[in-house]
């Protein structure tokens, strides 16, 4: 099954933008938009292997939607003017194939990587059966909890993280501060290698979104981003088609490589 990679550069002067971005499930309705209906109990996202991530690059500002799916998507459904009018100089909405990268992954091999995640940990009920928690998924609070979720996640998923570093960042939608390299999926550009620590964990805002029937949907969000070691490439390509960690369907989970430099 070939996996396609679809990039849109939105316009956040689009009040459909704004209203997406401020509401995770109207987000993953405006993505699943692309991709037809299925009569099948399994869901759409699941079926199509959807997941998709918005960032702003830290230069320019530009905010754009990376979409990965098992499907070729279709965004002509899109509102007027929610994409930004690049005339002629960049295809937008982009997509291609990403069959040929991920073949080429062997054993070994070092990537750069970006991952916004929702790391969690569900609460023993054998430990205290009372407690009101029980049994349910609570977000982990520090960055040495967050990095270690992700290396326990990376051994069934074909991976060990390099080097850790962790340093504050700012969320999607907003300009940051810092230079860091950039993994957008398409062009990796960015700061020397030697400047750059090889990986990093950064809080970024919690993201909102309302559902009907169940209230408001809140989930913390954590941007991973650096260097990883292949220890298993079957595995490594499965984990890259399914996605790291929870709330999938809310914009968490792609990882994004590139060659490392």
Not at 69 to 96: F, I, K, Q
Not at 172 to 187: K, L, N, P, V
Request: a positive charge; hydrophobic letters at 40%.
């Amino acid at each position: 099954m070939s996996v396609y990679l679809s990039r849109l550069i939105i316009d956040q002067r689009s009040r459909d933008v704004r209203h997406d971005l401020a509401d995770c499930q109207a987000m993953h309705h405006r993505m699943m938009s692309a991709f037809p209906a299925t009569t099948s109990n399994r869901p759409a996202r699941e079926q199509f292997g959807v997941l998709y991530r918005a960032e702003t690059h830290p230069r320019t500002g530009v905010t754009q939607i990376l979409v990965q799916s098992g499907r070729e998507s279709d965004w002509t459904s899109l509102p007027d003017r929610y994409l930004v009018d690049t005339r002629g100089e960049a295809d937008n909405p982009a997509c291609r194939a990403v069959d040929a990268a991920w073949d080429a992954i062997t054993p070994g091999m070092r990537l750069t990587f970006r991952l916004r995640a929702n790391p969690t940990k569900r609460i023993d009920k054998t430990i205290n059966p009372n407690d009101k928690l029980a049994d349910k998924r609570v977000e982990l609070q520090t960055e040495a909890e967050w990095l270690a979720w992700l290396a326990r996640k990376g051994e069934p998923a074909g991976f060990e993280l390099l080097t850790v570093e962790a340093n504050a960042d700012l969320g999607a939608g907003q300009q940051r501060r810092e230079r860091i390299e950039d993994i957008f999926g398409f062009s990796p550009e960015g700061e020397p290698a030697a400047r750059i620590p090889d990986t990093r964990s950064n809080p970024v805002p919690k993201v909102h979104g309302g559902r009907r029937g169940t209230g408001q949907l809140t989930f913390g969000a954590v941007l991973f981003e650096g260097r990883l070691r292949v220890t298993d490439a079957d595995l490594f390509r499965a984990a890259l088609a399914s996605g790291i960690g929870p709330a999938k369907a809310y914009g968490f989970g792609l990882l994004s490589i590139a060659p490392a430099r």
